[in-house]
């Protein structure tokens, strides 16, 4: 209880120490030291300062968001199939001989340090809202816009734990009074009903468009974004999970078609403004095209943006993406090497033609097909593939991502490089040393890809001072080609709306330039979610809501899963390239329990409210 009670007297507009977050021109506002309130409210470039802190409150899973300590290379990708954690560390990248139980407490923190601040704060600003020298077509809006911000805290809890207490006026701290602060939780229907319909009543009150200045500001799109996507998870528990402590947790089954028509109306609503495109300022190059997306040199301003993070060094709010998972030769001098696509992700990406994404390194007879570049295995492949992640051979920065197993000689010998890339592991031939590794990626040990591939989606290129902190490539919190695989997956669901899904998913592949399909399930709608939306935070996510994180790698699930690796080997004969997999890469196999999807909460929460109940399957 005592948090609870060191929360509620820590009132907003007492005393604020505000900074600023550096994230726009808006975003930029001067910092203000000690302001009481009634300074606060007369001002409204100072309410609008308070605005920046609430923005800055929201957890928005972004670049340097891992789990625990940042070495441990747990976020979304690496803890769904997408991808594997490069360096040699527990409590999941090492030990291949173990198993990786997923941990309880995965991706969630104390709600009364993480998220119940931000929403306090959101009503404390509410409420105060109402007497601010405003006009009233100010306050609406700003009433919206802060809502907006409330409405994303709560998603991200109920995704968590499912239901949670909804608290959406000021609570007042009165020492007889203690159990008016002990708010027992919600239904978890409850809290998405009331995320759904607060983004579909804002929306409203929202601009379709902000000016320059406010650009990076929640606006119409944002709250319908967020109302698609919050039905779609809803609509899906619905479907796919069960009830259990009367509703606290999971949604009952007759609710899932008025969610998926909610999550259908709302991406329908987005599309519908005509305020966003798909990107497409390079329709001869698919692969350059879909990269720039996500790049700095687009810095968001691409038009497929709906809501996004932006950065600034000189604000003091640079990231470290690029330090952390830069391939190994481009490190400069540490760290890097961070996430890993699996080859199963790798495959995932089908030919142009349509075809199964398998990669085909055989003959007809069984023998191994010789590449001049190892980059040529990849002939062929969806151009999105090229964009999101380095291949072996792919080119960077004026050279190329260059990995290899080891070497072979004419007599079939196998020299297996068994150090880092920069450790001196050579071998003389013919009068020419090689290094037996290439100089990104090679053997099993040391910080280096251990499945022959690096995420390529998001890193800049074009950054020179690799350090941390000197990233600034904005983070895609919404943008529409979600809305169209959101509005595909509810139409689908919904049933008899097939058209409407196929025309949505072959909007994405037209753009991405693979064939167009003839006819669309729900096997399609998530393998081109998986695709379109990879490394973006949405996979473990999807998985989760989906209920199939359980089931056998073999099943399309987690358990048993440790992520395959792709080994280029050179031959020393004639210089060409052959390839080997394995699935035994120095990586534990996965158990994800029935009760992982949800998280337990914290310990410390409970302990402060007794009228909390623990999710099923976790001991208080």
Not at 300 to 321: A, L
Not at 505 to 518: D, F, H, M, S, Y
Request: a negative charge; aromatic letters at 12%.
């Amino acid at each position: 209880m005592n948090m609870i009670i060191k929360n509620i007297k820590e009132i907003l507009c007492g005393v604020l120490l505000l900074t600023a977050v550096g994230c726009s021109d808006y975003l930029d506002k001067d910092p203000y030291d000690i302001i009481t309130p009634d300074k606060v409210w007369e001002d409204p470039k100072i309410i609008n300062s308070v605005l920046v802190n609430l923005y800055d409150k929201m957890y928005l899973e972004q670049f340097n968001d891992w789990y625990r300590d940042s070495w441990r290379l747990m976020n979304p990708a690496t803890m769904s199939d997408e991808a594997q954690g490069s360096f040699q560390k527990d409590p999941l990248f090492d030990n291949p001989n173990a198993t990786y139980t997923y941990e309880d407490n995965l991706f969630g923190e104390e709600y009364t340090k993480r998220w119940y601040p931000g929403i306090r704060n959101c009503n404390d600003f509410l409420a105060q809202l109402k007497d601010a020298a405003l006009d009233e077509s100010e306050k609406k809006a700003l009433d919206a816009e802060v809502r907006f911000i409330r409405a994303w805290h709560y998603f991200s809890l109920v995704k968590r734990y499912g239901g949670l207490p909804l608290v959406t006026e000021p609570q007042v701290y009165d020492p007889n009074n203690l159990e008016s602060l002990q708010t027992p939780r919600n239904k978890e229907v409850e809290v998405y009903d009331f995320i759904v319909n607060e983004c579909w009543e804002i929306a409203e009150a929202l601009p379709v468009n902000r000016d320059a200045s406010g650009k990076y500001r929640a606006d119409k799109g944002s709250a319908l974004a967020l109302c698609s996507r919050a039905a779609l998870y809803a609509g899906s528990i619905a479907k796919y999970g069960t009830v259990q402590l009367d509703g606290v947790i999971g949604i009952p089954s007759s609710e899932a078609h008025r969610f998926f028509q909610k999550a259908f109306d709302a991406s329908n609503a987005v599309i519908g403004l005509g305020k966003y495109a798909l990107y497409e300022s390079k329709p001869d190059d698919r692969a350059q095209n879909y990269c720039d997306i996500f790049t700095k040199t687009t810095n968001g301003d691409n038009g497929e943006y709906i809501f996004q993070k932006q950065y600034s060094v000189s604000g003091g709010t640079g990231h470290d993406w690029d330090k952390r998972n830069a391939p190994f030769s481009y490190r400069a001098g540490g760290w890097g090497c961070g996430v890993a696509p699996t080859l199963e992700m790798v495959e995932e990406y089908e030919y142009t033609d349509g075809t199964d994404g398998k990669l085909m390194f055989t003959n007809s007879d069984g023998s191994l097909k010789r590449f001049e570049n190892p980059l040529d295995l990849f002939e062929g492949k969806d151009p999105r593939l090229f964009a999101s992640v380095y291949l072996p051979g792919s080119p960077c920065k004026g050279s190329f991502i260059e990995v290899r197993r080891g070497l072979i000689t004419p007599s079939g010998e196998k020299i297996e490089s068994t150090k880092q890339p920069d450790a001196g592991e050579t071998y003389e031939y013919n009068g020419t040393v090689y290094n037996v590794s290439g100089k990104d990626a090679g053997s099993d040990t040391g910080d280096q890809s251990k499945t022959g591939f690096y995420q390529k989606k998001f890193w800049d290129e074009t950054l020179q001072d690799v350090n941390m902190g000197k990233s600034e490539t904005p983070w895609v919190v919404f943008r529409l080609g979600e809305m169209y695989l959101n509005l595909a997956e509810a139409a689908i669901e919904l049933g008899g709306k097939d058209n409407e899904a196929l025309e949505a998913i072959n909007k994405i592949r037209a753009r991405a330039g693979i064939k167009l399909l003839e006819s669309v399930d729900i096997p399609k709608v998530r393998h081109e979610r998986k695709v379109e939306l990879a490394f973006e935070g949405h996979r473990f996510w999807d998985m989760k809501r989906w209920r199939v994180a359980h089931l056998d790698v073999t099943q399309g699930g987690l358990n048993n899963f440790r992520g395959s690796a792709l080994y280029p080997w050179y031959n020393l004969g004639d210089g060409k390239y052959t390839f080997e997999t394995t699935d035994r890469t120095p990586k534990q196999v996965r158990l994800f329990l029935e009760r992982n999807y949800y998280t337990k909460i914290h310990d410390n929460d409970m302990k402060s409210n007794p009228k909390w109940i623990q999710n099923p399957g976790y001991t208080n």
